[in-house]
């Protein structure tokens, strides 16, 4: 029988032709069935950015927004989505002060939001730290988190949330602080247990469950594109592929394909997800 024409969505997924197979890695998503993509910023590092002011992220948002108008020639819909990575507290903390980290990484979230309500991206990206750090430094990556969904609500968009694995609990209560309905806070590689929208990782075998369950929730591959790491988190070609897979063993039905890759991506973003 043959697989359906629906829309297949990455909902988080990096190409970066600077650092790793680029455009290349977008044609195996768009041949291997996928249609529309999620296109996340990458952090300031690996593009050679080493920022001082919140304007220095305008250099990897712009680059984001190249990468992004390279791939839709390939026939994919883009939606970009911008912030600033939580492990930047880190990498900023080398050269400046936890507070000016915290203060410089705001700063570029500002920048962000303002390329949302440019329409030039569809969402914001934030999140804390998924490794063990002192408590100050928890601290003020909650308040860099807290910041990025005030800045969620004005602009009327989704946050994508990078962090630790798990539920994530706390993060109900400051999305409705900052006004931010709850069901358009992604966790970014989630499990289960997490009251966000969970947006998994195309081989998680716990799909057949949540299905069941009738829970919303999207699909990733988290794709890095850095020939350092080839294939990580999974490769470029995994939705539309486990998509497939989970629907020619019966796991999952057209009408939960569109669900999840159209239905769902709709409401969480806003965005429109049609065939062309």
């Given amino acids: 029988m043959k697989f359906p024409q629906v829309p297949i969505t990455?909902?988080?997924i990096h190409i970066d032709p600077v650092n790793g197979r680029g455009i290349e890695a977008a044609k195996d998503f768009f041949r291997a069935g996928g249609t529309h993509m999620f296109l996340v910023s990458k952090p300031s590092w690996s593009l050679g950015v080493h920022p001082v002011s919140g304007v220095d992220?305008?250099?990897?948002?712009d680059e984001?927004?190249?990468?992004?108008?390279?791939?839709?020639?390939?026939?994919?819909?883009?939606?970009?989505?911008?912030?600033?990575?939580?492990?930047?507290?880190?990498?900023?903390t080398e050269r400046m002060s936890l507070r000016e980290a915290a203060d410089l990484m705001k700063a570029g979230l500002d920048r962000a939001a303002q390329y949302v309500r440019e329409?030039?991206?569809?969402?914001?990206?934030?999140?804390?730290?998924?490794?063990?750090?002192?408590?100050?430094v928890m601290a003020l990556s909650n308040e860099v988190l807290a910041h990025a969904l005030f800045?969620?609500?004005?602009?009327?968009?989704?946050?994508?949330?990078?962090?630790e694995s798990g539920p994530c609990t706390d993060l109900?209560?400051?999305?409705?602080?900052?006004?931010?309905?709850?069901?358009?806070?992604?966790?970014?590689?989630?499990?289960?247990?997490?009251?966000?929208?969970?947006?998994?990782i195309a081989k998680f075998d716990g799909i057949l469950e949540i299905v069941r369950s009738g829970r919303a929730f999207t699909m990733e591959s988290d794709y890095m594109d850095e020939n350092s790491r080839p294939g990580a988190v999974i490769g470029p070609?995994?939705?539309?592929?486990?998509?497939?897979?989970?629907?020619?063993?019966?796991?999952?039905?057209?009408?939960d394909c569109f669900r999840i890759h159209a239905e769902t991506v709709q409401r969480v973003y806003g965005v429109e997800i049609r065939l062309p």
């Fill in 172 to 200: 109900v209560g400051m999305a409705r602080t900052a006004g931010v309905p709850v069901e358009r806070v992604v966790k970014h590689y989630a499990t289960p247990d997490t009251p966000l929208h969970p947006s998994f």
């Fill in 237 to 255: 070609k995994s939705v539309p592929r486990y998509t497939r897979k989970m629907w020619e063993e019966g796991i999952i039905t057209e009408d």
């Fill in 57 to 61: 992220y305008a250099r990897v948002f």
């Fill in 119 to 136: 329409g030039k991206a569809v969402a914001l990206k934030s999140g804390r730290p998924h490794y063990p750090v002192d408590d100050e």
């Fill in 64 to 92: 984001t927004i190249r990468v992004a108008e390279l791939v839709a020639e390939t026939g994919v819909v883009v939606f970009p989505v911008l912030g600033v990575h939580p492990a930047e507290i880190g990498r900023l």
């Fill in 151 to 163: 800045l969620a609500a004005d602009c009327s968009c989704a946050l994508q949330i990078h962090a």
């Fill in 10 to 12: 990455d909902d988080h």
